[in-house]
């Protein structure tokens, strides 16, 4: 199934100066056939992400998102978060536009790569600016049951700071015919011309599984802790994936 090995963490900030909640993910380059929608529904949770005023604590995060393949090496899509603290209050995430360029036939490549561009328009419980911009390179290599995809993502927020380097890395087996399982490390090391110092930065570590449901249903869990105190203390996901 498209895109079933991609994973998403959507609990994590994006800056280690402000805290909330925000979207990871990890591209393969690879997407579907032109004209074809899927749709990916992400559950997550979390307890004590990196704290700054008005950050959601402990809470979910419900995204909704839908992508279309329009041409064999780009796909557009729409991101609508909904966050809910366990406190009780809810509100909206705003939303996020990602354009995606990739080699054509990558899924049938040991080594795929392509760029992503996504604009996010998000209020201070999500990001630090209420405009950003994510520039993301995709490296996706396969070997036999293994493959190793890198993202070492930018993000610019638009008229405040600099822009900060996080970067994520998954590495995955496979162990059954539609089973996989993998880990993956989510980093942020804070803007690229003040780094932040090793206490100060973000360091996620997931153990995932993945399986095909259906040939076009996917489910994808996982359960993450942070190594630093600037990540999130422990974090769960689950995402059901479905293309039409």
Same mark, same amino acid.
């Given at each position: 199934?498209?895109?079933?090995?991609?994973?998403?963490?959507?609990?994590?900030?994006?800056?280690?100066?402000?805290?909330?909640?925000?979207?990871?993910?990890?591209?393969?380059?690879?997407?579907?056939?032109?004209?074809?929608?899927?749709?990916?529904?992400?559950?997550?949770?979390?307890?004590?992400?990196?704290?700054?005023?008005?950050?959601?604590?402990?809470?979910?995060?419900?995204?909704?998102?839908?992508?279309?393949?329009?041409?064999?090496?780009?796909?557009?899509?729409?991101?609508?978060?909904?966050?809910?603290?366990?406190?009780?209050?809810?509100?909206?995430?705003?939303?996020?536009?990602?354009?995606?360029?990739?080699?054509?036939?990558?899924?049938?490549?040991?080594?795929?790569?392509?760029?992503?561009? $996504?604009?996010?328009?998000?209020?201070?419980?999500? /990001? *630090?600016?209420?405009? +950003?911009?994510? !520039?993301?390179?995709?490296? #996706? &290599?396969?070997?036999?049951?293994?493959?190793?995809?890198?993202?070492?993502?930018?993000?610019?927020?638009?008229?405040?700071?600099?822009?900060?380097?996080?970067?994520?890395?998954?590495?995955?087996?496979?162990?059954?015919?539609?089973?996989?399982?993998?880990?993956?490390?989510?980093? $942020?090391?804070?803007?690229?011309?003040?780094?932040? /110092? *090793?206490?100060?930065? +973000?360091?996620? !570590?997931?153990?995932?599984? #993945? &399986?095909?449901?259906?040939?076009?249903?996917?489910?994808?869990?996982?359960?993450?802790?942070?190594?630093?105190?600037?990540?999130?203390?422990?974090?769960?996901?689950?995402?059901?994936?479905?293309?039409?």
């Amino acid at each position: 199934m498209r895109r079933f090995l991609r994973c998403a963490l959507l609990l994590l900030p994006v800056s280690a100066g402000a805290a909330g909640f925000d979207e990871f993910q990890v591209f393969d380059g690879r997407i579907g056939a032109t004209g074809g929608f899927d749709l990916n529904q992400h559950l997550n949770f979390g307890r004590r992400g990196r704290l700054g005023e008005g950050a959601p604590r402990n809470g979910m995060l419900v995204e909704t998102e839908i992508g279309y393949a329009t041409a064999p090496w780009h796909e557009v899509a729409l991101y609508i978060p909904v966050a809910r603290e366990f406190s009780g209050d809810t509100f909206g995430g705003g939303f996020k536009l990602r354009n995606s360029f990739v080699v054509p036939g990558a899924g049938d490549r040991p080594l795929a790569y392509g760029f992503d561009i $996504e604009l996010h328009h998000q209020s201070y419980r999500f /990001a *630090p600016a209420d405009w +950003a911009v994510t !520039l993301r390179p995709i490296l #996706d &290599l396969r070997h036999g049951p293994w493959q190793l995809i890198l993202n070492p993502a930018v993000e610019v927020p638009l008229g405040r700071d600099g822009p900060t380097f996080a970067p994520a890395v998954r590495g995955v087996r496979q162990v059954a015919d539609r089973v996989w399982i993998g880990l993956e490390h989510y980093m $942020e090391f804070g803007r690229i011309d003040r780094p932040e /110092a *090793p206490r100060g930065q +973000a360091h996620q !570590l997931f153990v995932t599984a #993945d &399986l095909r449901v259906m040939e076009k249903v996917g489910l994808h869990v996982g359960l993450g802790h942070g190594l630093t105190h600037a990540s999130d203390r422990w974090a769960g996901k689950l995402i059901l994936s479905i293309d039409f």
